[in-house]
C-alpha cells in the first residue's frame, strides 16, 4: 500500500527574504515533496496561509504521514487545529517534526515539555552521528551525514527521552544534540528530525532526503487495532 | 535536608458523600500528609476550593515534592495554576500522580496523551506486581502488594511509554494496569501511582503509604543545575 | 523482497511426551513454519539434532529472522553454535525467543541477566494484553488476545527493561508477566513472546501466529549500513 | 547508612609505563578511592593481581558498590569472578565502569553486545554534555564538563541503548559518544562513564570526582525484596 504523505510548511520565510526565495523558489515544501514523490509516496502539501491551514478533517482523514516545519509563525498556528492534528496522531497518522519545528504548538503539545533549546546562526559543520544501527530510520545510510553548513541547535534540549534516540549531531563550535528522536504516542508515531535551518540547502542533501523518507516508511507502519476506553462491564470468565 | 512535600486534594468528594465522608472524616490528604509525616517528611496540604488552590508562587516554591488526588473537579483547576505547577516541575520539583488524577490538566499537559483508561467499579481483589525491583520506589516491598477491595483500572491506558515501568496491576475481573510509572521531564521527576479510589481505604494501607513516601524520596533527589537555553555565542576554543 | 525465516526448534519433547506428539506430530516447528508460509515469507526449520543443530554458517547468512523455542535442552546446544547466532543478531538478523526459550543459551546471553521467572503448569487462563498500540507487533489484534488454558509465568521476570514493551499477559492464577518484549542490540532486533508450552495448542491459535508474523516482519526491517570500529585516524576537517 | 566502595583497578599500567607512574605513583585507584573517602564514602581498594583479584565473597557481599577499571588485562580476570560479581550486582550491588572497562569481561556479560566503539589517542578535547539534568548523577554540575585532552572514543558504541542516558560527549576531532550511561538489570544498576584514559589526569578532576560520587549515590540507592523464582503453587484467592 503506498503511503499518503502530507508535507506542511509555514512559507512564509520563502515570501519575506530574497536568500530563502533564492534557495527555495517554490517554498521548502515543494522540495520535501518531490523528494518524497521520487522515493514513491503519494505526497500532497499544505502550507499555513491556506484556509484551515491546508488540514481540512478530510486533508488529516487520508494522510498516512505528516511532516511539519514552520518557524516564524507558531503562533498563528490555530488552537482548533492543532487539536485535529494531535487527535489525528493519537489516532495513528505518523508526524515528522522538522528543525525549528521543535517550538511549534503541536510539537510542544505532544512532548508536554518546553522543548526549548541553544542555537547559533554561523555556519557551523554538523555531523550526524547513527547511534541506534539496528533502525529502519538510519537504513541505506553510512555512519554519519556531513552537512557543510547548518545552524547550531545544542543541549540541554528540553524533551522528554526519546523512546528510541537514532542521531546524536556535532557541531564544530562545541556542541552535540539529540537530532533524530523517536516517540510512540497513542496509535501514532512522531519523529523530530534536526537540520533544515531555511537558509541553507539542507533540504536538498539526498542523505536528508533519506531519512525523511525512512521516517515516513517508518511512521506509517501499521498498528494495532481500534481503542475503547471507559467504563467496562464485568468480563465474563472463560470457565 | 528534610524533604519539603505539599499533599494536594480536591477535596469534593469528602463534602458531599457519606460513604467518603466515613472513610476519610478530615479528607484523603490528610491521611496522606499524615503518612509522610511519620516517614519523616515536612509535609503541608493544599486543596481546591482554597483561594489558588492552596498553590501560591510562596508555596510551589518551597515545595520539593506535590502529590496530587483529584476526579470529580478537574475542570475546576485554573489554567494558570496549571502553568505555574508546570513551570515548577520542570524547574525540578517533583510530582506524584495519585489515582483518578490520570485525568487531572497537569498530567495531560506533561504527557502528551489523552490519559485515557477502562474502569469498573466492583470490588475487584488488586495485586500491584514489582516489575523493576532495582528502582528505590519498590524499596521495603515484597513482591506484591495485595488491595482487598479496589476500583479496576485497565489497558490501554493512553500515556508515553514510561522512562520507567515500576508496577503492574492485576485485576480478578481481568485486566492489568502499568500502576506504577517514572517519567523525568526537564529537571523533574514525576510518579503515577494507581490505587486510591475514594470510597476504599486504600490511603490507610502501609504498604501504599510507603510506595508514596518512596516516591517522594525519588522525586525529591537532587538534579543537574540550573540550565539556560536560547541564542549562544561560539565557544572559544580550549587550545 | 521476501524475508526469510528460519523456525528452530529443540523437538525433544515431541519425541518423547505422547500428548506432545498428538499435538504436534510433526513438531511444533513445522506448524510454526505452516502458519508463516501461509503469511508470505520463505521459511526453513532446524532442529536440535541435526548436524550443528541446523544452523550452518551458510543457514544462518541466508536468514533474515530466526525463531527459537526450547525447554529441555538448553544445554545440548553447543556454545559455538550460540556465538554463531550471537554474532548474527549483532550484524543484524532478526530473533524471535518463544516461550520456555527464555532460559535458552542465546537469550541469556544477549539479555546478561538471568532470564529466571515464576511459573505453574495449572491451566490458568491467559490474557495478552496490548499496551503499545502504536507497535506493529500488534497490528490487527484486538485489545488482548485470549488464551484459554496455558501455563503460568509470573514476575519477576528477570530482563533487561525492554526497550519496548508490547504486551502484557494477565493469568487467573493472581499474575502479570511482560509477555511481549522488544530489544535493538547491535544491527539486531529481538522480540521475546511468552506462550506456547508445548502441552497446548497454542501454536495453532491464529492470533498466536499473527503475532509471529508480525514479528517477523519487524525483526527483518531493513537498518543501518555495515558499522566499523576501532583505531580511527583524525578525521579531516570539512573547512 | 555509609555506603561501602571497593575501588577495583587492573593497575598494570601503572607498573610498566612511566609516564602513567608518574601521574598516578600509588595506582589510579588510590586516586578514585582517595577522592571518594573525601566525599564521605567507606572506600576499599581491590586490584587484578591480588589472590582473587582481591574480590573475594567477603568483600563482595560488603561491598555496596563496586567501580572497575581495567584496559590491558582483562583476558587475566578469571571467570569464576566475573560470575561472582554478576550474580553480586544481580542481587543489588551497584556497579560503575570505567572508560576501557567498556570491554572488560563483567561490562559484556551484563549488555550482551560486543562493546566495541572507535577511538583515538590525539589529545582531543572532549566536552561532556548534561543531556538528562533531571538525574541524580548531574547534581552539582554545569551545563557541560570540559576535559582539556582526553583519548577519543566515537560511536557507534555496541551497547543496548541505555535504560537512562545522562551524558553526551563531544570531541574536537569531530565525533560524539554516549558517555554516561545508566543500566537497571536484576536489582543493581549499573552506571558507565566514558572519561579516564591511564595518560591523562582525569581523575584528578573535581568534576569528574563528583560524578563519580553522584554515581556511588545513585547506584548505592535502596532497591525492593529479594526475589523469589521457580514452580510456584496456585495463589489462594483473596475472596
Known sequence: MTLRVTV???ARHEKKNPEVQKLYPNGMHTVIADALK???????????????????????ANTDVLTWWGHLAHGDVEDAIVERVHKRVLEGMGLIVLHSAHFSKIFKKLMGTSCDLK???ANDNERIWVVDPSHPIAEGLGECIEIEKEEMYGEHFDIPAPDTLVFVSWFKGGEIFRSGCCYQRGRGKIFYFRPGHETYPTYYNPEVQRVIGNA???????????????NRKPIEKLD
Do not use: I, M, S
Open 216 to 230: 515516513v516508511k517508518w511512521a506509517g507502519l501499521p498498528a494495532g487495532t481500534k481503542l475503547t476506553y471507559g
Open 38 to 60: 521520487a522515493q514513491g509516496f503519494e505526497v500532497g502539501t499544505a502550507t499555513l496561509d491556506e484556509p484551515e491551514h491546508g488540514l481540512t478533517e478530510e486533508v488529516l
Open 8 to 10: 506542511w510548511n509555514e
Open 119 to 121: 542555537w547559533r546562526e
